[in-house]
């Protein structure tokens, strides 16, 4: 997610949409859906998932990034014929492999744009990664969550894989090959030592990356947030909660007084509003 001078621009994970909130003076309100295959040409139309993990809004321009990753079916302890069945089946959704460039026209209107897709199928010749682009992201397997820039540096976070406790940035050179189309000219990838942690969001803070860590798989936690200036190693800043069973922390932006607001995945019940919002926490850095 990313916050602008009069409100704050989220994505879902179950769609393929971004959405805008408006700052009322008390709290994110009056969203408005904006539908990807609107503004590109989306691998399986509009209807089909996206798994939007990741949200940048830099010099006039919004970037958003699918996670790029299998999905394995979810299995609930019953008969365990159907949970073999089910942990059997692996799915790949087509619309999850877009890195979207979108122009913003005003605070509320976003214009025709460009996507990249096939980023996974380059992946799946590197040497560290391509092993892993076969395996679901849940499983440790390929799994971006987190896009950021730097000046025209595009930066993307893998939650997954994590390579004997290290975690994976990949540095993007892309540019506009016309028709909607965007070209991937070359990739970087920077190995962070980050404690076993994947990469669970990227957002901008001063001349640098703030990184929320967390764990790679289906675990609860630690999760961390450290300071990376884009070379070399980050360092610690603080960790973050987290809850047994919910409140997994997965996005965050930095607030015009410099604070950050954070908000987490499964959401635990006291976050949850009488009037349908959802509470995220605001800290000091």
Sequence with gaps: MRVDASGLWVAGDETATIE???????RYDHERTFHLADYVDLPAGRDDEADIEGIANTDGVLWAVGSHSLKRRK???????KVARRLATVIREPNRFIVVRLPLEGPDAVGKGAVLTG?????????????????PGKDNGLDIEGVAL?????????????LRGWGVVLELD???SG????RLRSFRKHFLDMGGLGVRDLCPYGDGLLILA?????????ATLMLWSGEGQPTFVRDLPYGVG?????GMAVLGDGRLMVVYDSPAPERLTPEGGVLADIITI
């Design 119 to 135: 980023l996974a199928d380059v992946l799946a010749d590197d040497p560290h990664l391509g092993p892993f682009t076969a395996i």
């Design 174 to 176: 892309v540019q506009d």
């Design 214 to 222: 967390g764990p790679s798989m289906s675990l609860d936690g630690p």
């Design 150 to 162: 730097l000046g025209e540096r595009v930066f993307l976070g893998l939650r997954g894989p994590v």
């Design 246 to 250: 919910c409140d997994h922390p997965e």
């Design 20 to 26: 805008r909130l408006t700052w009322t003076g008390e």
């Design 75 to 81: 299995a609930k302890p019953a008969d365990p014929e």
């Design 179 to 182: 028709r909607g189309r965007l």
